[in-house]
């Protein structure tokens, strides 16, 4: 069945660091990729998605480009903030309604 | 949009008792999903609704586990004979399918202890 691999965390970063989250995905067919963000003791938020191979989403300084070639949706950031410490799901979507996610990843940033 | 509601937000319940968790979704949305997420992992799909229709469930989803949507707006779970792994935060999310990209939008969580 259709599943998501992220890179295991916590990750630990200083403010202004440059991050990458790697996601790889196995599915059939053509799933929809997406981004969430969980902040401590809230549900998930959409970060960003992208439909379609090569498709670039993009939200609030964050990037992923869908790689078909490479079944992955890496997650970067040029310069992160301590508020972006949460908890980053990446998730697919493929022939059925649910949505698949990953475990995620913890992300902290010190000042 | 007001958002997904979730009702309530924690719950502490000993086991064998039964609890009923109530999600209303944003307003225009035709579709309701439950997700169950467990500590340190990722949601993990329950069911879910399209208008009043439940036309997905997971083999998670117990026969302890039900689910409705009578009207087609707000939905119930409701957790019978709880057992302590049945402790979680119980997610329910909404979408329209009508809107292209069909975005699924979360709300906050209800915690569920079993002690």
């Known amino acids: 069945g259709d599943s998501v691999t992220q890179m295991e965390g916590p990750v630990t970063l200083s403010e202004e660091a440059f991050l990458t989250i790697n996601c790889t995905y196995t599915a059939t067919g053509y799933p929809s990729l997406f981004w969430y963000v969980q902040y401590p003791g809230e549900g998930l938020q959409l970060l960003l998605k992208?439909?379609?191979?090569?498709d670039k989403g993009s939200n609030k300084g964050f990037e992923a480009t869908y790689r078909k070639e490479t079944t992955s949706f890496h997650l970067e950031k040029g310069s992160v903030q301590v508020s972006d410490s949460a908890v980053y799901f990446c998730?697919?979507?493929?022939?059925?309604?649910?949505?698949?996610f990953g475990k995620g990843t913890k992300l902290t940033v010190n000042p | 949009d007001t958002g997904v509601s979730q009702n309530p937000r924690h719950k502490i319940t000993k086991r064998g008792q039964n609890v009923t968790f109530r999600c209303d979704p944003i307003s225009e949305h035709n579709r309701l999903y439950w997700y169950r997420q467990t500590l340190g992992q990722g949601p993990e799909f329950l069911t879910y609704?399209?208008?009043?229709?439940?036309?997905?469930k997971s083999r998670l989803l117990s026969d302890r586990f039900s689910a409705e949507r009578p009207k087609g707006s707000f939905s119930t779970l409701e957790i019978q004979r709880t057992e302590q792994g049945d402790s979680a935060m119980y997610l329910c999310?909404?979408?329209?399918?009508?809107?292209?990209?069909?975005?699924?939008?979360f709300g906050e969580g209800s915690w569920l202890t079993v002690v």
């Open positions: 999310a909404s979408s329209n399918r009508d809107r292209v990209l069909n975005t699924i939008y």
């Open positions: 998730a697919l979507k493929g022939g059925s309604e649910k949505l698949v």
């Open positions: 992208a439909t379609k191979a090569d």
């Open positions: 609704f399209q208008n009043e229709a439940q036309l997905e």
